[in-house]
């Protein structure tokens, strides 16, 4: 069973050059057609680390992470239910294979200032602003 609390996650690599890329996916136009992060409901008697395990497989077919990092950010939102969101980062390795579950229907590996031209919510925002303040790219 789900929980109010919620989980987000902005998996990024660096590329060979340096540069910092961050994965955005689009929902499906069902369930509104934004650029977002990974995003999921922990469940009943789970952990956040269990819950960023899971979700992580499910929705993009993730399986290694190599570090993820707490960025001390949540919000709160109101969506079928109150539902409180932490914000995480996680890094992975340059090459890896992303496959989209059906929630999404296509996915972008963007530098920082592309991501921010894309997401729209204010939760969304901040927490990336958080995040990039953390891995200490500039704003």
Known sequence: ?????????YFFKKAPEGKILFLLAKRTP??????????????QGETLEQT?????????????INKVINTGYSFEFDYEGH???DVFGAEV??????????????FKWLEK???FKLLIWPGNIEGFKKLCKILKIGQ
């Open 1 to 9: 069973m789900r929980t109010e609390k919620q989980i987000e996650i």
């Open 30 to 43: 069902k369930r509104g057609g934004f650029w977002q992060p990974l995003t999921g409901g922990v469940e």
């Open 52 to 64: 960023i395990t899971r979700e992580s497989e499910e929705e993009f077919g993730i399986t290694k």
């Open 83 to 85: 539902h409180s969101e």
């Open 93 to 106: 390795e340059f090459g890896i294979e992303i496959i989209l579950s059906d929630e999404h229907s296509e």
């Open 113 to 115: 200032d592309e991501v």
